[in-house]
């Protein structure tokens, strides 16, 4: 169970979209919400200085003000954090630090457009790869008003997939909807080498979830895309999936399709490493 969430906020607008979705997370879970504040600071001298600009401190402070201004009626546990300045590496270095503190870590999909200079372009990947637990990415546009009811489960029979699956158990105990789309089929290869008889559906069915399987069939669209797109037409809320994984990917490109979901994602994805 997720009992301490971590939200990383800043001053770009979309940290209110993050910080609805982790009280209404906590509340769910009955968790404790930490917001974290880890934004870069463009202020060389400051860098140099290893401490915040006045423009840095003034927004942390604001985003405290939301923050508490947000959860204070919530009725939710909360916790407040801020980086005392931002320099790239080190936003990155003592975000990742915080999440493996965590349960369950939520952070925003970069935006190129909007984001350049709020927060390093490879911080998700950083976290998902190093913080040790599961990171719920939150699209850069749209509003969620659920997450985690109708889960989408992208399987390939990986260590990361396993990761992911374990970590999500708390969404998909509680979801109204679980679907698995297998990136390969096993049963022939059972049939032919009798091997032992291991089920993703069963594994689940275990922790008393029902889930719907389908072998994906790509055809004339990408393994990533297809993920995307069989998500939003069957009103998935949420991904789950390994990241850095083999998803149909050269060995030497692992990484590309996590990639890929970063930037095109459309609703909110829980990846694990």
């Not at 200085?49 to 009626?73: C, I, K, M, N």
């Not at 931002?86 to 990742?96: A, P, Q």
């Not at 930037?263 to 829980?270: C, Q, S």
Request: with cysteine; charged share 25%.
């Amino acid at each position: 169970m997720y009992k301490d969430i971590l939200v990383q906020l800043d001053s770009g607008e979309r940290a209110a979209e993050r910080l609805r979705l982790g009280i209404d997370l906590a509340r769910r879970f009955g968790a404790r919400l930490t917001g974290l504040f880890a934004q870069l600071d463009r202020s060389a001298p400051s860098i140099v200085a290893r401490r915040g600009s006045d423009h840095y401190l003034q927004a942390a402070a604001e985003a405290e003000a939301a923050f508490r201004a947000a959860t204070d009626p919530a009725g939710i546990a909360t916790e407040w954090r801020r980086l005392p300045f931002g320099e790239h590496n080190f936003v990155i270095r003592e975000t990742v630090i915080c999440a493996r503190y965590s349960d369950l870590t939520i952070v925003g999909q970069y935006d190129a457009e909007r984001a350049r200079h709020l927060v390093p372009d490879d911080l998700n990947e950083q976290l998902i790869l190093e913080c040790g637990g599961p990171v719920l990415i939150v699209p850069h546009a749209g509003n969620f008003a659920t997450v985690g009811e109708r889960v989408q489960i992208a399987w390939n029979g990986s260590r990361e997939a396993a990761r992911a699956v374990r970590d999500a158990m708390p969404f998909l105990t509680g979801a109204k909807e679980v679907r698995v789309l297998a990136l390969h089929s096993r049963e022939q290869a059972i049939e032919d080498m009798d091997l032992p008889r291991v089920n993703i559906t069963d594994r689940l069915a275990v922790q008393g979830i029902t889930a719907r399987y389908e072998v994906l069939k790509p055809e004339g669209i990408g393994v990533m895309d297809l993920i995307l797109s069989r998500g939003a037409d069957e009103g998935s809320d949420m991904i789950v999936m390994g990241a850095h994984g083999d998803y149909g990917f050269p060995y030497l490109h692992r990484g590309s399709g996590t990639r890929h979901i970063l930037r095109n994602m459309t609703m909110p994805v829980l990846l694990a490493h």
